[in-house]
């Protein structure tokens, strides 16, 4: 009897493992299902790619040259004093404006107004002595051109009063060279000498210059200087003041360097915050016309190879294309010529943003037409 009820219990917990089995496989089978469904009807959701998009047309591309160039003072020049002597005057400092003709400095002119006096007193001596000597000639006149050039000449010679003259007038000179006398306006710069030192005749005292007007010095490759002219305009871009100037190209070096450069300046004008040496970008527009134009962003890159995607009949296709000039955000292009399958034509709808994950016959949806 015992052993008919452990059968019958054994016969139960058989039969509840079973049902329990069953009831777990369909559950996992059923989740499964639904798993699979899920992903299934995910995979079929047709993906929206909104794309903006251009017309091409025939227009004119401002071709772009940029290079880096250093501003420099159209005149400049290191001034100093005529003659030696002890500084008693210094009018200006360094960054001083100035004007033309405005006394900077001057020497102790003691020696030199003594020197002018002497020259004086010899001078009248001389030309005592030169006119005693015409009237022993019978001559009554001082006038030059009433005198015959030999004698004039042999008489002012033996009296001195030439050699008076001379040192007279070399004696003013060196009074009136004791004031360094600006030659131009400017902006005085490199000052080194202070009051009461000595100062040598013929050295740089300081140097003037003229920063109403500055000339930017830059370098173009061999193959630009096609599309550039003189009087073509630049525009200069200082990089430490985020400012753009306008100016023009005042020469072009004819001389190829050695690098395969050529020297190029442009003139542009001072609003106050230029100064010589400041390190510029400069950068030159020239129109060229007939082009496609495409903003930067419409050319991606597919299989390495430059391409525009074109919008025909709501999909997306791509064709390969070169870029045959650039500015800061256009490219002027063409249909590559070594691709047959490639076409680009005025009218074309091209793609300009939402092209970066488009691949070949994708469908599109328009911004505009939202």
Same mark, same amino acid.
């Given at each position: 009897?015992?052993?008919?009820?452990?059968?019958?219990?054994?016969?139960?917990?058989?039969?509840? $493992?079973?049902?329990?089995?069953?009831?777990?496989?369909?559950?996992?089978?059923?989740?499964?299902?639904?798993?699979?469904?899920?992903?299934?009807?995910?995979?079929?959701?047709?993906?929206?790619?909104?794309?903006?998009?251009?017309?091409?047309?025939?227009?004119?591309?401002?071709?772009?040259?940029?290079?880096?160039?250093?501003?420099?003072?159209?005149?400049?020049?290191?001034?100093?004093?005529?003659?030696?002597?002890?500084?008693?005057?210094?009018?200006?400092?360094?960054?001083?404006?100035?004007?033309?003709?405005?006394?900077?400095?001057?020497?102790?002119?003691?020696?030199?107004?003594?020197?002018?006096?002497?020259?004086?007193?010899?001078?009248?001596?001389?030309?005592?002595?030169?006119?005693?000597?015409?009237?022993?000639?019978?001559?009554?006149?001082?006038?030059?051109?009433?005198?015959?050039?030999?004698?004039?000449?042999?008489?002012?010679?033996?009296?001195?009063?030439?050699?008076?003259?001379?040192?007279?007038?070399?004696?003013?000179?060196?009074?009136?060279?004791?004031?360094?006398?600006?030659?131009?306006?400017?902006?005085?710069?490199?000052?080194?000498?202070?009051?009461?030192?000595?100062?040598?005749?013929?050295?740089?005292?300081?140097?003037?210059?003229?920063?109403?007007? $500055?000339?930017?010095?830059?370098?173009?490759?061999?193959?630009?200087?096609?599309?550039?002219?003189?009087?073509?305009?630049?525009?200069?871009?200082?990089?430490?003041?985020?400012?753009?100037?306008?100016?023009?190209?005042?020469?072009?070096?004819?001389?190829?360097?050695?690098?395969?450069?050529?020297?190029?300046?442009?003139?542009?004008?001072?609003?106050?915050?230029?100064?010589?040496?400041?390190?510029?970008?400069?950068?030159?527009?020239?129109?060229?016309?007939?082009?496609?134009?495409?903003?930067?962003?419409?050319?991606?890159?597919?299989?390495?190879?430059?391409?525009?995607?074109?919008?025909?009949?709501?999909?997306?296709?791509?064709?390969?294309?070169?870029?045959?000039?650039?500015?800061?955000?256009?490219?002027?292009?063409?249909?590559?010529?070594?691709?047959?399958?490639?076409?680009?034509?005025?009218?074309?709808?091209?793609?300009?943003?939402?092209?970066?994950?488009?691949?070949?016959?994708?469908?599109?949806?328009?911004?505009?037409?939202?």
């Amino acid at each position: 009897m015992s052993k008919k009820i452990n059968s019958k219990k054994n016969n139960l917990t058989i039969l509840s $493992f079973l049902i329990a089995g069953s009831l777990f496989f369909y559950s996992c089978t059923k989740s499964k299902a639904a798993e699979e469904s899920s992903i299934e009807k995910k995979a079929y959701v047709t993906e929206k790619n909104e794309v903006e998009t251009i017309v091409l047309k025939n227009e004119s591309f401002q071709k772009e040259l940029v290079s880096n160039g250093k501003i420099i003072a159209a005149q400049k020049n290191s001034i100093q004093f005529e003659v030696s002597d002890k500084l008693e005057h210094l009018y200006v400092k360094n960054g001083d404006n100035v004007r033309k003709g405005q006394v900077l400095a001057s020497l102790n002119p003691f020696k030199y107004q003594q020197r002018l006096a002497r020259a004086e007193i010899d001078l009248k001596k001389a030309k005592f002595q030169f006119e005693d000597m015409l009237v022993g000639r019978g001559i009554f006149t001082t006038k030059r051109d009433s005198i015959a050039r030999d004698v004039y000449d042999m008489v002012a010679s033996r009296s001195g009063y030439d050699a008076a003259l001379l040192e007279l007038k070399t004696a003013q000179y060196e009074l009136k060279s004791t004031k360094l006398i600006a030659p131009f306006s400017g902006k005085v710069a490199n000052i080194e000498s202070k009051v009461y030192e000595n100062v040598s005749a013929g050295k740089s005292f300081m140097t003037l210059i003229d920063d109403a007007v $500055f000339e930017v010095e830059f370098y173009l490759i061999e193959s630009e200087m096609s599309d550039v002219a003189l009087n073509s305009k630049v525009q200069i871009l200082p990089f430490a003041l985020g400012k753009i100037y306008n100016g023009h190209i005042s020469s072009i070096n004819p001389l190829i360097e050695r690098n395969g450069t050529i020297l190029v300046k442009a003139v542009v004008k001072n609003d106050g915050e230029l100064t010589e040496g400041m390190n510029v970008k400069v950068r030159i527009e020239k129109e060229v016309k007939g082009q496609l134009v495409v903003p930067k962003s419409a050319v991606v890159l597919r299989d390495n190879q430059e391409v525009l995607f074109k919008v025909v009949a709501g999909k997306a296709y791509w064709t390969y294309i070169q870029t045959t000039m650039e500015n800061s955000s256009s490219y002027a292009v063409i249909a590559h010529p070594n691709k047959s399958s490639a076409t680009l034509n005025p009218g074309d709808t091209v793609i300009v943003s939402g092209n970066l994950n488009l691949a070949h016959d994708s469908e599109v949806i328009l911004k505009s037409q939202k």
